[in-house]
């Protein structure tokens, strides 16, 4: 599975960006999909994801960031509004085989197998 994030760029605080994923796979509709961020000198975290059973926010970005997944279109789309400079990050989108009920797995590691080459927001102050 192929996966190319778009949409990036540079936004003032309190403006939206939409970022977009492109996926390769066969049958994408059988795949979750999540959106991940890293910020320099920060680990890489979660922000969000959707597979057939649910859609998942990071608290940070709950009610600001909506998903939403073409699965005819194989994309699936970071709505994000009301940016904040604490959201400038490289933004990832991933996939896995949608093979558990939750984003985050019974782990709740939130583990993907494919990822995409990442896409830079930057929200200035």
């Known amino acids: 599975v192929q996966l190319q994030a778009s949409g990036g760029g540079l936004v003032q605080a309190g403006g939206s960006l939409r970022l977009s994923c492109a996926a390769s796979a066969r049958t994408f509709s059988n795949y979750a999909v999540g959106w991940f961020r890293q910020a320099p000198g920060k680990e890489r975290e979660f922000v969000g994801g959707i597979n057939n059973y649910a859609t998942e926010y990071t608290d940070s970005v709950k009610g600001r960031f909506t998903i939403s997944r073409d699965n005819r279109a194989k994309m699936v789309h970071l709505q994000m509004n009301n940016l904040k400079p604490e959201d400038t990050a490289i933004y990832y989108c991933?996939?896995?085989?949608?093979?558990?009920?939750?984003?985050?797995?019974?782990?709740?590691?939130?583990?993907?197998?494919?990822w995409g080459q990442g896409t830079q927001v930057t929200v200035s102050s």
């Open positions: 991933a996939a896995r085989w949608d093979r558990y009920t939750t984003i985050g797995g019974p782990n709740g590691d939130y583990q993907f197998d494919y």
